[in-house]
Structure formats: structure tokens, C-alpha cells
């Protein structure tokens, strides 16, 4: 629930929620580095665990670039520095690649995570494939919209700063205590997979949808579960529709505004279902309504589009005005 007054830190109530997954994050974090300094490198073991709780920091990364969850500004540009070091890269990431290029350019050539660049016979490939490749288009637009924003968006660009400073001291910090290898290892290379499964988890919500559909634009995950863990982002067409809402209010904007409007089939009970249907059997990459995706003729390439800024574009920045 919204709070009100300015008597609270936090803008929603339900955003407890996700500074209590930051904690459980690091705390994580902190276990494996001392499994590792007990028993070596069989906590390596370990790597999905951070690896899936990395995810989930993405998606309150996710959360507070759209809405920020403090009242203060001083207290939404630290908590994207925690986020950073919970991600393991600054979270204005986001802007250029989800607030302006995802949103604004929605399987266009403008959406640098658009799912129609893979074209492989075998589905589970596909995902693959558009993991890797988004991963890496990401970096090289965040980069590219850093060069923007540099001159025209000074304090923007000062807040990415102080991000990236927070996560090379993380890391410093970890490899003075465990070494560089078992850092890269152990943090490092489970916050990447993180980021990877970030990519894929949009993949499965955009594939084979319509992106000029006012609802069937996107594909939704209803289980409680899930989305206790990932604060309700499993409602993605509400999202979408509405972007500037607060991710509380998501599954109530589901069942109001889209359920009675979406295609049944972009209602998904089980995400775990839908991927071994999609991706192992029989593996076929469908439409909404059960027709083959159809991709464009001609492939396009991304577009590395670095807009104004995203004030200029009616699209939220974060902690600060980028």
C-alpha cells in the first residue's frame, strides 16, 4: 500500500519487501564466501543459488528505476548504489535499455532485447542464443547512452559514477578477503548469470505475442509463489501498460484492467511448465494462439538509439533526472 504521509522512509509500503531480498542477498553472498573459506571449492555448488537471488535484485532493480522507493532522493541514489553491488553492475543500465528502448521501441528495431533476432530451428537455442546476444547488446548501449548523457546530463551521470565505484569496492573487498578467482567465481560469474536469466525471463514474456496488441503485447506468470519472490513483475501486461505503477499494485491492475481483455493463453499458472512445453517438449515456438511465430522477412538489426534523455521521452530515470 501507498504510504501518504512523509511520516515513513518508503514511498510503499510493500517495498520492505524488497530491501528484506537485498539483505537475504548479501547474507547469501556472505555464506558462500564463508563455505568457501571452510571447505574450499565445493562452494562453488552454490552458484545457482546466488545466481537465481542476483535475478531477483534485477527485478527490484527493475522496480525502482521505474519508481523509486524512497521519499528522499539522497536515500533512492543509495539504494541504487546497494543494488549495483547486488548486481554486480550500476543499475542505470536500465534506463537506456529498459525504460527507453525496451518500452518505448517494444519488438522494434529500437528494442535492443527484442526476441525476433533468433532464428534457430530448435526453441531452447533461440533462448540461448537471445540470452547471450541481449546480455552483450545491453552493455554496449548502456555505454553508448553514457556517452549522451556525460555533457547533457551531468548528476545522471555522476550517480552512475558513484555506482560503479560502490561495485568495484565490492568486489576489491571480496577478493582481499577470498582472492580474485574465487571471487570471480563465486560472485562475479553468478551475477552474470543472473543478468543472463534477466534476458531470458524477457524473452519468455515477449515471444510470439503482439507487440501492436493493446494487451496480447506481453505474457503473464500468475503463480503467488513466483511472484512473492519477484514482487509481482510476473504481471507484465499491466506493466507494460502502465509502467509508471508501483509493482504492488500489479496484480490488482491485472485483474482489473487486463484479464478480461488478454488472450486466455498469455495467462500462465506455472512458469516451470511453460518452459519445459516451450523449450524441451515438444519445444515449438508458438504464437499466443498456437500458430507458428511468424518473424520478419528481412532481418534488421538493433539500433544502438541514444534518445535526449529519458525525461525527454516521458520515461522514468531513477534516483536522478538522466
Not at 504510504?3 to 539483505?23: K, P, W
Not at 536500465?94 to 534457430?120: A, F, M
Not at 531452447?124 to 553508448?144: D, K, P, S
Not at 558513484?162 to 574465487?182: D, K, M, N, Q
Amino acid at each position: 500500500m501507498p504510504n501518504d504521509e512523509h511520516d515513513t522512509l518508503l514511498r510503499h509500503s510493500g517495498d520492505r519487501r524488497a530491501l528484506g531480498l537485498a539483505a537475504m542477498h548479501l547474507v547469501i553472498v556472505a555464506a558462500v564466501l564463508a563455505w568457501f573459506a571452510a571447505s574450499g571449492w565445493i562452494a562453488l555448488a552454490a552458484g545457482p543459488v546466488v545466481a537465481c537471488s542476483a535475478f531477483v535484485q534485477l527485478i527490484s532493480t527493475h522496480n525502482a528505476m521505474h519508481a523509486p522507493i524512497f521519499w528522499r532522493k539522497g536515500l533512492n541514489r543509495a539504494w541504487q548504489c546497494v543494488l549495483s553491488i547486488c548486481i554486480g553492475y550500476p543499475v542505470s543500465v536500465y534506463v537506456p535499455v529498459h525504460n527507453l528502448s525496451h518500452h518505448l521501441g517494444l519488438q522494434t528495431p529500437k528494442d535492443i532485447l527484442r526476441t525476433t533476432e533468433v532464428r534457430h530451428r530448435s526453441n531452447l537455442l533461440n533462448l540461448i542464443h537471445h540470452m547471450v546476444m541481449g546480455t552483450v547488446h545491453l552493455h554496449l548501449l548502456h555505454v553508448a547512452y553514457l556517452g549522451t548523457m556525460r555533457t547533457s546530463r551531468p548528476k545522471w551521470f555522476a550517480q552512475v559514477r558513484w555506482e560503479a565505484v560502490a561495485v568495484a569496492l565490492y568486489f576489491v573487498a571480496i577478493s582481499l578477503v577470498v582472492g580474485p578467482l574465487a571471487m570471480v567465481a563465486l560472485v562475479f560469474a553468478p551475477a552474470v548469470m543472473g543478468q543472463l536469466l534477466m534476458v531470458g525471463f524477457g524473452y519468455v514474456q515477449h515471444d510470439g505475442c503482439d507487440a501492436e496488441s493493446e494487451y496480447n503485447h506481453s505474457r503473464n506468470f500468475l503463480s503467488p509463489v513466483f511472484n512473492w519472490f519477484i514482487c509481482d513483475n510476473g504481471y507484465h501486461t499491466a506493466h507494460h501498460n502502465r509502467p509508471g505503477i508501483h509493482w504492488s499494485r500489479g496484480k490488482d491492475a491485472h485483474d482489473k484492467d487486463v484479464a478480461q481483455h488478454i488472450h486466455p493463453a498469455l495467462d500462465q499458472k506455472s512458469l516451470t511448465r511453460y518452459l519445459w512445453r516451450t523449450f524441451v517438449w515438444p519445444g515449438r515456438r508458438l504464437r499466443y494462439d498456437g500458430l507458428p511465430v511468424e518473424l520478419p522477412l528481412h532481418h534488421t538489426r538493433r539500433e544502438l538509439w541514444t534518445p535526449a534523455s529519458a525525461i525527454t521521452s516521458g520515461a522514468s530515470s531513477g534516483a536522478v533526472e538522466g
